[in-house]
């Protein structure tokens, strides 16, 4: 793909972030409970790259999300619902002979051991995407690519597309990748820390949770993850409720115009480390979160935002998600989001967001 001509880009209106990767229609609970006695199900949309894409779109941001569903009423409501959201949806392939995946969750937290998740995605649309039916010429230009680890564990084909898109190449976008490790997807697959490990350096941004860093790679704190993960001119360690901390290459200009064009530049420039404590939330329903946060840091990152204010923004998008009951919410308006964002350290960590906090009309509390 390397001798790709360069397409010309109207920066006026062209896309600012391509999210890559599987959604599915969702199935939330009507009450708590085992999903054996959950007597009914709300329909809605679920997948990590078009919820970040949907929040960016709620943002502001020119959004595209590139997947591919089944030729079905599924299919349908997953594009209409994410094009709802201001989402470019163009890019989006439909498969005559495959069907959308679809899930059913419990309303409990995933981290806790009640929690139940029913995925019908066995030979789904999206595991049929790979270099040959998306290939990386089709993608919208943009100034960055997002991906994430699910991905990877949906199939060999999609494995494969993968790596194509993190493979260095001239004028490649900013590589963003959420590590997203989902033990439950990989079917015992003993590959798969070394296979994500292996993505998250060829890319250029990296979202990784600390336990999920413990989980995968038996790696604790957030400096041994950096010292496994080199490359990534930045690296953002979600710690939970101690916030997030965030290495970061000076020199490269990572997070203002481009990334690094390969993916594996390891010299020039200087760590920089950046702790950002977390808010404190009055949590709904503790779902979407992550998504949010990556689109909130994105989102402060194609503005050319300051380290602190991009965490500040993902923590912010976070709370939006943490104080509703599903995935997606509107997030707040901008000059709400910055007003909150530039708060002294201390006003910071003061804030309590609950739900309804985003409104125009709210108050948002102190403790």
């Known amino acids: 793909m390397s001798g790709t001509p360069a397409r010309t880009v109207d920066a006026a209106t062209a896309t600012e972030v391509v ?6 229609v969702t199935f939330l609970p009507s009450q708590p409970g085992r999903l054996a006695d959950v007597p009914a199900f709300g329909r809605g949309i679920g997948g990590a790259e078009s919820n970040v894409a949907c929040a960016l779109a709620a943002a502001g941001h020119r959004a595209a999300w590139v997947g591919r569903v089944g030729a079905d ?14 989402v470019d949806t163009s890019g989006v392939r439909r498969d005559p002979s495959r069907p959308t ?47 994430s680890g699910i991905t990877a564990a949906l199939s060999a ?9 993190t493979a260095p190449r001239p004028r490649r976008p900013l590589i ?12 015992g697959a003993d590959a798969s820390p070394a296979v994500l490990l292996d ?42 409720a101690d916030g997030a901390t ?31 404590p977390a808010l404190h939330v009055d949590v709904v329903a503790p779902v979407g979160a992550g998504d949010a946060f990556a689109a909130g840091f994105l989102s402060a990152t194609l503005r050319d935002l300051p380290v602190r204010d991009r965490v500040r923004h993902g923590h912010l998008m976070a709370a939006a998600a943490l104080t509703v009951p599903g995935d997606l919410t509107a997030p707040p308006a901008r000059a709400h ?31």
């Open 199 to 240: 993505l998250a350096r060829r890319s250029d941004l990296v979202f990784v949770g600390e336990d999920e860093a413990e989980e995968a790679w038996g790696l604790t704190g957030a400096e041994a993850i950096r010292a496994a993960l080199p490359e990534p001119s930045v690296l953002v360690v979600k710690r939970g």
């Open 73 to 86: 009423g599924f299919g349908d409501h997953l594009v209409e619902a994410i094009a709802g959201y201001g």
């Open 19 to 24: 999210c890559l990767g599987e959604s599915m």
């Open 246 to 276: 965030v290495f970061s290459r000076t020199g490269t200009g990572v997070g203002t115009e481009t990334g690094t064009g390969t993916g594996t530049e390891t010299g020039g420039g200087t760590d920089v480390t950046t702790t950002v």
């Open 101 to 147: 995946g679809i899930y059913f969750r419990t309303a409990t937290d995933r981290a806790t051991d009640v929690h139940e998740v029913a995925y019908y995605r066995a030979g789904s649309a999206a595991s049929a995407m790979s270099p040959r039916t998306v290939p990386y010429a089709s993608l919208p230009t943009a100034r960055v690519l997002h991906l």
């Open 337 to 367: 989001a910055d007003a909150l964002a530039a708060l002294d350290d201390e006003a910071w960590g003061r804030l309590r967001l609950g739900p309804g906090w985003t409104g125009d009309d709210q108050e948002v509390r102190t403790t």
């Open 176 to 187: 963003s990748f959420d590590v997203n490790h989902r033990p439950g997807l990989w079917r």
């Open 157 to 165: 084909d999609c494995l494969a597309l993968l790596h194509d898109l």
